[in-house]
């Protein structure tokens, strides 16, 4: 795979191998003991959604337990061995976010506004991650740099079982956007500074500007997307097929080894 490539497109996908293969074998069932503990319950969207924030429960390999209660298979694959070309690879890995999707997702609920659930139903929640919204008007701070998102499909799908999307490109109009945000201050305070007008403008130039790119893929295959590309979750499309816990999906998001320059700045 070409970092060229990626640094144009800001996303790659890759195809199944036998370790990644065996990798999602075992955190498929992982991800189903997690579904089944209720410290772990978390289902928004009208119950169509586990986020399943860090509900994986791999280790700082990528191991996730077996049902006999063995580690499995460290994280591997063609996306790792890009990562590690690139030197992108984290120290140690987080525990990943176990995202599952049912059949009629989204469905509205209370803690999400009309216009918020309108947004997510027409465009897909379309976002960049690590800008959390706060306080009641939700004004975007730059709170966790992360240094890229790394999608893997633990289960087999159709296409029309809420894919991931992403904005082709996109990462260089948030980049540009950002800079210009954040220019007049010096980077310890980026954290502090509320960039809501400029990443609400810009994602309005990514949708008219960028091509919105499906990115279905199933068990042993992996997409890797910049920090800065804009994704989302396409509505689940009426008789698209899945397995009876839904569409499910490990993500891995580790924080930037060099902070908010890094996520700024580096390639």
Known sequence: MSSATFLRDGYLRF???????????????????ALQDPEKADWRCGATWFVGVDALGNDALGRCPSPEGRLGPKLGGPAI????????????????????????????????????????????????????????????????????????????????????????????????????????????????????????????????????VVMHAQPGQAYLMHRLTVHGVAPWQPGALCPAEGRMIAYFRPETQGGLQDWLNAP
């Open 81 to 212: 061995d890009f990562l590690q070309e690139c030197q992108m690879v984290p120290i140690s890995w987080h525990s990943a976010q176990l995202s599952v999707i049912r059949p009629g997702y989204p469905q509205p609920s209370g803690d999400e506004s009309e216009t918020a659930f309108a947004f997510r139903r027409n465009r897909d929640a379309a976002h960049v991650d690590g800008l959390l919204p706060e306080g009641p008007e939700r004004r975007r701070k730059i709170r966790e740099p992360h240094a890229f998102v790394l999608g893997l499909p633990l289960n087999l799908t159709d296409q029309g079982a809420s894919p991931m999307v992403v904005w082709q490109g996109s990462h260089q109009v948030m980049r540009a956007a950002f800079a210009k945000a954040l220019a007049p201050f010096p980077i310890q305070h980026w954290p502090d500074v509320d960039v809501t007008e400029a990443y609400q403008a810009a994602r309005r130039t990514v949708f008219s500007q960028c091509p919105r």
């Open 15 to 33: 195809d199944a191998r036998a370790d990644s293969l065996a990798w999602a074998k075992v955190a498929h069932a992982a991800g189903l003991a």
